[in-house]
């Protein structure tokens, strides 16, 4: 007896989660390595945030930290809530959810890209100019992660 179109699980839909839940596990990891790197100078945002304590921020020498490091979080948020939603729109099929799910995954695209821009504004107005900074792996892992997510719940949504 062949299965109603409705209840059949759509492969490319469950590969696009995978992809989602995989850039989900990109952001974390990005979140926690090096963030930026300089010559000698570098490190994870709480390394940065410990040296930053350090030195007075009267200097404006940490211009961007805060923003780099708001987006960094609120893109692992709504990559969780994009991936939970893709997963839980494949079981439920309701149209209102496949909405709610292409927004937090646009949402999880733009912040990603927000959060290396305000990067390279850290590496660019802080004290790492002396030392010639960039963007780590984090930056990358965490940019790559959530634009992998947000294309893969997309997907999911909208094709599910």
Same mark, same amino acid.
């Given at each position: ?9 759509? &492969?490319?839909? $469950?590969? #696009? *989660? @995978? ?5 989900? !596990?990109?952001? %974390? ?44 979080? &609120?893109?692992? $948020?709504? #990559? *969780? @809530? ?5 997963? !839980?729109?494949? %079981? ?44 780590? &792996? ?23």
């Amino acid at each position: 007896m062949a299965k109603s179109k409705s209840k059949k699980l759509n &492969i490319a839909v $469950v590969i #696009a *989660a @995978i992809i989602a839940l995989a850039g989900l !596990a990109l952001t %974390i990891v990005g979140i926690l390595t090096d963030w930026v790197s300089a010559n000698e100078y570098g490190g994870t945002f709480s390394e940065i945030s410990q040296l930053r304590g350090d030195i007075t921020e009267a200097l404006g020498l940490y211009e961007g930290f805060d923003a780099a490091y708001a987006f960094a979080i &609120i893109t692992i $948020v709504v #990559a *969780a @809530i994009t991936f939970i939603g893709a997963v !839980a729109e494949l %079981i439920m099929k309701k149209k209102l959810l496949k909405l709610i799910v292409a927004i937090f995954a646009a949402a999880t695209i733009v912040c990603a890209i927000v959060a290396l821009i305000c990067t390279y504004t850290l590496c660019g107005n802080t004290w790492y100019k002396l030392a010639e900074a960039a963007p780590a &792996i984090g930056a990358w892992l965490l940019t790559v992660g959530g634009v992998l997510c947000g294309l893969g719940g997309a997907y999911a949504a909208l094709k599910g």
